[in-house]
């Protein structure tokens, strides 16, 4: 099992990774404000500013056991963003620094490493709540920080100032677990009481889930932490290890890693695929943030790619209450679900690659996508849900692309599917389906992780 103690690379964004600094020195830091004044500030002003004893500041960081943290563009090599976090005596509280250089950034990026930031605080640094201090210049960043929070008009401290160039304004956030990534959830919820939860966790749940271990069905059991605390061994043989001992201790809060990615998807993680994996195992997390924010049951289907076909489950997450009617943990129970129906029965090795060619119509990647999974019989929402699209958008698709070059009526789904089954389609799965992916049939889960674009 992997150590998710050590230190590792992080997926931000595509070719987008964060890793920790043990030291940045006089070089590093100069090279990377020279970019941000330059992002902001015309040349002389950014030389001022670079003069004015910035470096030495930035300096003490590394020396004022604070934990550094460098976003970089993996192509050039060049950091896009430093983060400083500082955590109270009691290690409940962070104060971050976040400099952005948002020139060469898009809005989607910006934010997913400020999602990622607080998701690293909460769930790998277990603080409750943290302070968020960006320079006033970094309009994106603050424009984001401002949706999800209440920006605070309280001076900054002394120790917050010398974060940044004094001649930076800054911004002033404030953040608690309870209330992430949906501040309109749990605005009075309190933390656990750990050791009584612990308590409960051992004494009550496990001995209820442990003979279970050894039978045939896929379950977990997840705690408060976001850990799997018991794993059937069928569970972890339905992901690709040999017992559920390797199951204890992983987490889909881990999902930016890119350590646990490669340990969990081995040959399927590279370049193409890592932006969807991530995504994928990101999704999955936010949807245990839902049950557990709203003491509610929550289901999807859950594809995975293997060396033979793609295996599907249909997955129930449920929440676990203790004596007080609070939820400490999660039980996961998954059966098989034949959502790619085709590849249990093709009777062949199924490849990664659309080999359905139709006499005489070249169809498009998006249009073969649609057909397969039309075929495959899910409705226009789900396939909207799958490609990450709008629902009209598959309509546009199967009236004014797919009818036509089939010669059929337009809009008639049905015809589609009847005609490609009498060709003797499919005969494979398109590559570009050939992902993980989490279809969710539940309309106010839907609803809110659409609106939860992080």
Request: charged share 20%; glycine share 4%.
């Amino acid at each position: 099992m992997l150590d998710f103690t050590n230190n590792t690379e992080w997926y931000i964004a595509k070719n987008i990774n964060a890793r920790k600094h043990e030291f940045m020195g006089k070089l590093f830091i100069k090279e990377f404000l020279t970019g941000f004044y330059k992002c902001y500030y015309s040349g002389t002003t950014a030389n001022l500013l670079l003069a004015n004893n910035v470096i030495g500041r930035f300096l003490e960081f590394t020396r004022d056991n604070i934990l550094s943290i460098e976003v970089y563009n993996i192509n050039t090599n060049r950091p896009i963003s430093l983060i400083h976090i500082k955590i109270d005596d009691h290690l409940t509280v962070a104060e971050i620094s976040l400099i952005i250089i948002e020139q060469s950034l898009n809005e989607s990026i910006i934010i997913d490493i400020i999602s990622w930031l607080i998701d690293y605080s909460f769930y790998e640094l277990y603080c409750e709540e943290i302070v968020v201090i960006i320079p006033e210049v970094c309009i994106q960043a603050n424009k984001f920080m401002q949706e999800i929070t209440t920006r605070q008009t309280t001076e900054l401290s002394e120790k917050a100032k010398l974060i940044s160039d004094p001649l930076l304004r800054c911004e002033y956030y404030r953040l608690t677990e309870t209330c992430w990534p949906d501040a309109e959830v749990q605005k009075d919820a309190a933390r656990p009481d750990y050791q009584r939860t612990n308590a409960y966790i051992k004494d009550t749940i496990l001995p209820y889930f442990n003979p279970s271990i050894k039978t045939r069905l896929y379950s977990t059991i997840i705690d408060y932490n976001y850990k799997v605390v018991a794993a059937t061994d069928a569970s972890a043989t339905s992901i690709g290890l040999q017992n559920s001992e390797q199951v204890l201790g992983a987490s889909y809060k881990y999902y930016s890693r890119i350590d646990t990615a490669i340990w969990y998807f081995g040959k399927w993680y590279n370049s193409k695929t890592a932006h969807l994996i991530h995504r994928y195992a990101r999704m999955i997390f936010r949807i245990q943030q839902y049950v557990f924010k709203f003491a509610i049951p929550a289901s999807f289907i859950d594809c995975l790619p293997y060396d033979k076909g793609m295996n599907s489950y249909l997955v129930t997450f449920s929440p676990i209450f203790d004596n007080e009617c609070k939820v400490i943990a999660l039980q996961t129970i998954a059966v098989d679900y034949r959502y790619h129906g085709y590849s249990g029965y093709l009777g062949q090795e199924v490849v990664p690659q659309f080999v359905n060619e139709v006499p005489g119509v070249k169809l498009s990647t998006r249009e073969e996508e649609v057909l397969y999974l039309l075929i495959s019989g899910m409705t226009q929402e789900q396939i909207a849900i799958l490609l990450n699209i709008k629902r009209p958008t598959v309509a546009s698709i199967i009236r004014n692309q797919l009818c036509p070059k089939f010669n059929l009526p337009v809009g008639n789904s049905k015809l589609i599917v009847d005609y490609a089954r009498a060709i003797g389609l499919p005969r494979a799965i398109p590559q570009s389906l050939w992902l993980p992916s989490v279809i969710i049939h539940d309309a106010n889960l839907a609803s809110w992780i659409n609106d939860i674009r992080y």
